[in-house]
């Protein structure tokens, strides 16, 4: 064992963001973000992770010649950044001498603080992606399933499994599996995004398409070279039928969910709520009925912020049915929500103001007539709302003159900022006017093709969620880059994957 022992060498792996997807980078160990940032006031630690992340993009990368950043949080970040470049700084680097600076693969970035839009996580998706997630929780990329689901037993074993004895294939059959979604299945590529009215009858469209294949190849007037063809496109073949098989499954399942009275009804009231109406009589019909916790949560705190607060009246009684039916332990995750700001109390009948109502009116938050199945804009994520973060995204490609209002009920300000050479101190940069909006600077970028119907041919847009990424807001970066009207291509990073439920879990 000695001897083993001095052949080894143990060092430290600093991996500040890994791959999810070609267009998703993650800090899958982040998971207290929001809670240290927001409610524990100890952010340096999440900040400096993330600004050292940003380093090291632009280590590889080039340094980003535009950020912009909203929030608390996210200034924190785009400060610690800036100061990082400058201390790292070398005018004598080979970067520096050969020009490369110049020539960025970035052409600009976005760093966002979640508690610029704390609405869009409570919302359930209706994506193919986002349903997945809230229905078998995607780890990582990997999503766990019952094997029967994926698997359905044949005939023949279900009626040996209904008799006295058991198969030992039966026996060994594990309950669980565990199903890898990534860019590596070209089907799920495909699918991933669309919305859940839609991605059956896509389904459907492929294992047509797989059969007519089949039935070329079973074609007996065929030569030699045709088959010969074939035969070596039959491993893809072999793997595009398991993967619909897996996806056709799997849809199944979301399709009986979605189905169900418990999640039209949870719709329908999201709906309600972020049209400005209250549903509070829902929410005690579904405390007494022993909801979900945390599902109930996700409604009140949605209440709570559409609404501006939540009645006075309503507020110390719907906190005491929770505890009362749930446990003591929620007293302690309903103050985490209230200082967080999840949840506020209305102090009167005056108190009207309500942060969400103007950015539903100045940003169009809700789009009633969006078609599902071949939308025009980013709200039919969730047949028909659109999330804040993506319409701030868009709002900055034009420039916020005219939206002031917008950016006074978001917390925290808006910087926009140039990186020049050799690097400035940020208090430098923030006072250095800016002219171009964000749209326009995707122009001047080096791989200028912005008006490409080509994805591949705009400059890279670096959109950073400090604090969480749902499902939803990826379909709607994807979305937004793959119209010809928007000016770059996103790339996504972000300190973890979430949605609603493991958001507020974060918080106890």
């Known amino acids: ?271 309600s709520m972020v049209e400005s109406e209250s549903c509070y009589e829902v929410i005690e019909d579904l405390i007494a009925s022993q909801y979900p916790p945390f599902r109930v949560l996700r409604l009140l705190c949605l209440q709570s912020l559409t609404s501006g607060g939540i009645k006075a009246s309503k507020y110390e009684p719907l906190k005491r049915e929770v505890v009362q039916t749930y446990g003591y332990e929620y007293l302690f995750v309903l103050q985490n929500l209230e200082k967080i700001g999840f949840l506020r109390k209305k102090e009167s009948i005056w108190d009207s103001t309500s942060a969400f109502s103007t950015l539903q009116k100045h940003l169009s938050l809700i789009q009633a007539d969006v078609d599902p199945l071949n939308p025009d804009d980013v709200s039919y994520v969730s047949s028909g709302y659109a999330p804040i973060s993506a319409r701030i995204i868009q709002t900055a490609m034009k420039g916020w003159t005219g939206k002031e209002d917008v950016l006074r009920e978001l917390p925290g300000r808006g910087i926009d900022i140039v990186q020049r050479s050799p690097p400035e101190d940020f208090s430098t940069a923030v006072k250095t006017k800016v002219g171009s909006t964000l749209g326009n600077w995707a122009s001047f970028a080096p791989n200028s093709g912005s008006r490409s119907s080509n994805v591949e041919n705009k400059p890279v847009l670096l959109v950073y969620f400090v604090g969480g990424l749902t499902y939803a807001e990826i379909a709607s970066m994807r979305f937004l880059s793959r119209r010809k009207s928007f000016p770059y291509k996103i790339i996504c990073c972000t300190t973890k994957i979430i949605n609603g439920s493991s958001l507020l879990q974060s918080l106890r």
């Open 1 to 271: 064992m000695s001897s083993i022992q001095k052949n080894v060498a143990v060092h430290t792996l600093d991996i500040n963001l890994i791959p999810l997807e070609d267009d998703v980078l993650t800090c899958l160990e982040m998971d207290s973000t929001m809670a240290d940032c927001h409610l524990n006031g100890v952010p340096s630690e999440h900040v400096t992770h993330v600004a050292q992340s940003m380093r090291k993009i632009q280590d590889i990368c080039g340094t980003i010649p535009r950020l912009q950043s909203f929030g608390p949080v996210g200034e924190m970040v785009l400060e610690r950044t800036m100061a990082l470049r400058l201390v790292e700084y070398d005018p004598y680097s080979k970067e520096e001498i050969d020009g490369q600076e110049d020539n960025p693969e970035i052409a600009a970035g976005i760093i966002l603080d979640r508690k610029i839009d704390l609405v869009t996580p409570l919302v359930t998706p209706l994506t193919y992606e986002g349903l997945l997630d809230d229905v078998l929780k995607i780890e990582a990329g990997i999503i766990k399933v019952e094997t029967d689901v994926i698997s359905p037993p044949d005939e023949e074993t279900a009626a040996t499994a209904s008799g006295t004895n058991t198969s030992t294939s039966a026996q060994n059959r594990p309950k669980y599996m565990h199903l890898p979604l990534n860019d590596l299945d070209t089907l799920y590529v495909e699918v991933r995004d669309h919305h859940v009215e839609k991605f059956g009858s896509f389904l459907q469209e492929q294992a047509k398409a797989l059969k007519e294949s089949h039935a070329n190849f079973s074609d007996k007037n065929k030569d030699l070279t045709e088959i010969h063809q074939f035969v070596k496109q039959i491993p893809i073949f072999t793997q595009n039928l398991k993967s619909l098989t897996n996806h056709i499954h799997l849809a199944e399942l979301i399709k009986h969910s979605t189905e169900q009275s418990e999640f039209r009804q949870r719709w329908q009231t999201e709906r």
